[in-house]
């Protein structure tokens, strides 16, 4: 049997794919949030003069984190980021399918540096959420760290909420204090879905398809091709990450930008100070992408709207 030529759709429906991306944001962020907590404060820590250290793996992490704030500690300023996972998701996801179309040949097909641009170009858009969104998240994870440390030490620390720590950055930095390390986060976003969206559609495009017609793979290839990609390219830009959350998280205003945090840090801790909290990193973002590309792929938006599923370019 001759195979049917693959032709580029007459047209691409933003709509659902925004609904999609927002329910794959919820989901993934819900699943994998405390290991996200546990990388934010392995990440964070500094080694003290005779190399003593707070935590001491992923797993003393979690145990001191559970025994000090309890089983809900771990999902600290998870509302602020379950809240903004939503249009987070549904720009990314979204925006890289669009780009993708836009981008695409006549004839349906793609190249990888076309595939990269549009992943890029996702990544840049992004981060108009993002940057505040993870600037809220690591300040109130950290601020559960510092809390633990002074109740150590017999001190009590007063808990900030998401709102006092926005109102705070509003107050002192106008709108701008939401987005200290815009430059880190771009940087780290772009690089990010440049890798991260031509891999996982490749190692997409070789599995099963489901039998509705609508071209897409099966629900658990779609997982295994998120898996995947997220794995390679969250191990790939881990000093971006570890470089963008400590400016983040930096109150005492010890780093003067990008350039400065990474020859400091080079300075006081090495080269392997850049791969802090890598391996939690992978842990956290490739079962998040893997997860949000499943449900993404879903077409739930399609279903609640009624529109016809069609494969994506």
Not at 155 to 184: H, N, S
Request: glycine share 10%.
């Amino acid at each position: 049997m001759d195979k049917v030529e693959q032709k580029k759709p007459a047209q691409f429906n933003v709509l659902p794919k925004i609904i999609n991306g927002g329910i794959a944001g919820i989901i993934g962020v819900t699943c994998v949030y405390p290991l996200d907590m546990v990388k934010t404060r392995l990440q964070n820590q500094t080694i003290g003069p005779n190399g003593e250290r707070m935590y001491t793996s992923i797993a003393d992490c979690f145990r001191k984190t559970i025994a000090s704030e309890g089983f809900f500690g771990m999902y600290k300023g998870s509302a602020v980021n379950i809240l903004l996972i939503t249009p987070e998701k549904a720009i990314k996801l979204a925006a890289n399918d669009y780009f993708r179309y836009q981008l695409a040949t006549e004839e349906g097909k793609l190249p990888l540096p076309r595939a990269a641009l549009a992943g890029g170009l996702a990544g840049l858009f992004q981060i108009v959420v993002t940057t505040p969104m993870e600037l809220l998240k690591i300040q109130m994870q950290d601020a559960g760290r510092v809390a633990s440390a002074a109740r150590a030490e017999g001190r009590e620390v007063k808990q900030f909420t998401a709102m006092d720590l926005t109102k705070k950055l509003l107050r002192e930095r106008g709108i701008m204090g939401l987005y200290k390390g815009v430059g880190a986060t771009g940087v780290r976003d772009i690089t990010f879905s440049m890798i991260y969206f031509p891999l996982m559609a490749i190692v997409n495009d070789k599995g099963p398809r489901k039998s509705d017609g609508s071209g897409e793979a099966v629900f658990y290839w779609s997982l295994m091709a998120g898996l995947v990609g997220g794995m390679t390219a969250a191990f790939l830009v881990t000093p971006l990450d570890v470089i963008k959350t400590r400016l983040q998280a930096d109150s005492e205003k010890e780093f003067h930008g990008i350039v400065d945090c990474v020859q400091k840090t080079l300075k006081r801790e090495g080269v392997t100070a850049f791969f802090k909290g890598g391996l939690c990193r992978i842990m956290v973002v490739a079962p998040l992408f893997g997860i949000a590309q499943m449900f993404y792929f879903l077409g739930v938006g399609e279903k609640i709207l009624g529109i016809e599923q069609r494969k994506s370019v």
